[in-house]
């Protein structure tokens, strides 16, 4: 399984075309986190990596994370983001399916625990997934250092700004940071980098650029990461 890489006991990192997907194994469950494009057969390779009954955790719900939700349920989300899923229901998924997960909750697996931070910004209900003894972050997109989506329907970037800002008051219980998208880990020293990109960028201060492929908007770099974003 090339696709796949072991971190620790316990915890694999699956990549598909540009996209990150997490599996821990708890001591009775195992979690998922994400389910990229569609273009793996994910639920095998979870049940190679462990016998343990999955849950699935959306760290938000874009194309690019739910692709094999259908594989996996029910599927947990903050409900910020259902109707997010529901204006775009990937074949074979059921809003019926979802449940709630709130800011605050905490993800038990025993050996995992993994607390719930609503960031929304990226998305409606984007959230992460800190685990506080060990120290590490699940920031989903709107933490790395990659091009981060921020035009068309359900983004905002002043509530990204916020969100930056709360995780950058909790980044002292956290020294790794898993990102979606981009290198990885990474260090808390990347958000204030990210949240000074976007100030730069609301005040004109980073060229606008073609992007990659064709889309409705400009690319922005700032030294920590980049925006696609349509003013």
Known sequence: MNNVKKISEHFWVIEENG????????????????TGFGGLALKEIVAKLTSLPAMLVNTHTD?????????????????????HYRRSLPEG????????????DVI?????????ILTPGHTPGSIMLLEREKRMLISG????????FM??????IQAFQESLRKMLKMSQAFDVIWPSHGSYPLKP????????GTEELLAGKLSGQEPPWPMPCKRYRCGAAGFLYQF
């Open 19 to 34: 996209v990150r997907m997490f599996v821990f194994e708890g001591e009775k469950q195992a979690m998922v986190v994400d």
């Open 63 to 83: 194309k690019d994370h739910v692709g094999c939700n259908r594989d996996f349920g029910p599927v947990y989300m903050h409900p910020a983001e259902m109707d």
């Open 93 to 104: 998924c059921r809003m019926e399916d979802v449940r709630p997960l709130w800011e605050g």
């Open 108 to 116: 038990d697996l025993g050996r995992w625990k993994f607390e719930v």
């Open 141 to 148: 997109d709107s933490i790395q250092d990659g091009d981060i």
């Open 151 to 156: 035009f068309g329907s359900g983004r905002n």
């Open 189 to 196: 020293d990347i958000i204030p980098g990210i949240l000074t």
